[in-house]
């Protein structure tokens, strides 16, 4: 007979301790996280059955203004066994958790994949006319855990919550993704596109070098990416977000988080910021300049950080959210096709998804978010 399970409060190093036996799980599910996130309440909680630890997240609480109740946020989390056939007791256990701690509703993004288009059928998207979404395009892979959670969420009352175009108010539903697992690096390189890989050895041949920077390099990271955000018309985040970042997570691992820098003769050409937790690494945030952008630093700095991957073992390097475009016409399919460029695929994850735990509270934060 099954114990039953429960969720508890745990301490960070118990968090942290659990995560380093999983193959991977989001950044933003890391103790550490916690310390970037100063404007939300946290805690690290797990779940055990009978005492067996089987499940950790991190939560974030963002409390209603005047009152002592909050909204429980999990990003990209949380890190359980989601193919669990005691799937429904693990989330029951959450939200009765949670709901004692005051909050009005979970929110939660759990970590699996529905979709995933290959680069060819992505291409021949792009081509046809008739199709200008990928959830118009008929997928290669149908991930039968990822929909069978989709499904247990939908009869459990929770609410998705990602618009059309696949930007959910938080974590992108929609990512790009090149698979690594079982790969050399001549094979990730011969799965690039002609394009690609003739501009990654234009990039020897003109002198552009990429490095791993350190904490003294943030300031030349974001110069970079003030520069690019006035460029593409997003507003950007403060130095001082980077530099906690940069410090919380390389506390927790000095591998965790890294600095990129492509230079030529002693110009940064463009600037990255790479992040890894065991077999899964991201392009977290990305720069490039004006100036010299036919020496193509920012196809230098991506295949540094691929090879980097690689040699730590990724099984994964995630070039995080695209839109859930195919249309020619679409802002966003420049930035498509780079991605695509890589040999990678297009990976549908379930989302975000809502539990109202009190009707009446939900809602009028549901307003209140909408009027903003």
Known sequence: MNSPISVRDISAA?????????????????????????????????WFEGEDMIGAAL????????????????????????SSPRLVELLRALRDHLRSKGAFALRIGPPVATHRWRTSTIKDAIADPAVRRYDEATPDVVEPVGTAVVAELRRLGFRHLSP??????????????????????????????????????????????????DPSDLPAFHRTYVETAERDRFTPRGLAYFEQMY????????????????????????????????????????????AKRELQGSTAIQWRMMQDSLAAGAAV???????????????????????????????????EWDLPLNRLLYKAFDLYMKRR
């Open 317 to 351: 390097y995630d070039l995080r959210g695209i839109t859930n475009t195919v249309d020619t016409e679409n802002p966003h399919i420049g930035l498509i096709r780079f991605k695509v460029g890589t040999g990678g695929e297009a990976v549908r994850l379930a989302g």
């Open 59 to 82: 939560v974030l609480h963002r409390s209603l203004p005047r009152l002592r109740r909050s909204l429980a946020y999990v990003p990209e989390g949380p890190c359980i066994d989601w």
């Open 164 to 213: 059309d175009d696949g930007f959910a108010a938080g974590q992108p539903e929609y990512v790009f993704q090149v698979p690594l697992a079982g790969r050399t690096e001549a094979e990730v390189l011969a799965g690039m596109n002609q394009l690609w890989r003739r501009n990654i050895k234009k990039t020897v041949k003109n002198g552009v070098t990429v490095r791993v920077g």
């Open 247 to 290: 410090a919380a997570l390389s506390a927790e691992d000095p591998e965790r988080i890294r600095v990129y820098l492509a230079e030529h003769e002693g110009d940064v050409l463009a600037a990255t910021i790479f992040i890894r937790v065991g077999e899964h690494a991201w392009y977290s945030y990305g720069a490039s300049t004006a």
């Open 14 to 46: 118990e968090h942290l301790a659990w995560l380093r036996t999983q193959p991977s799980a989001s950044f933003l599910q890391t103790p550490a996280w916690a310390d970037v996130k100063k404007e939300w309440r946290s805690e690290s909680v797990g």
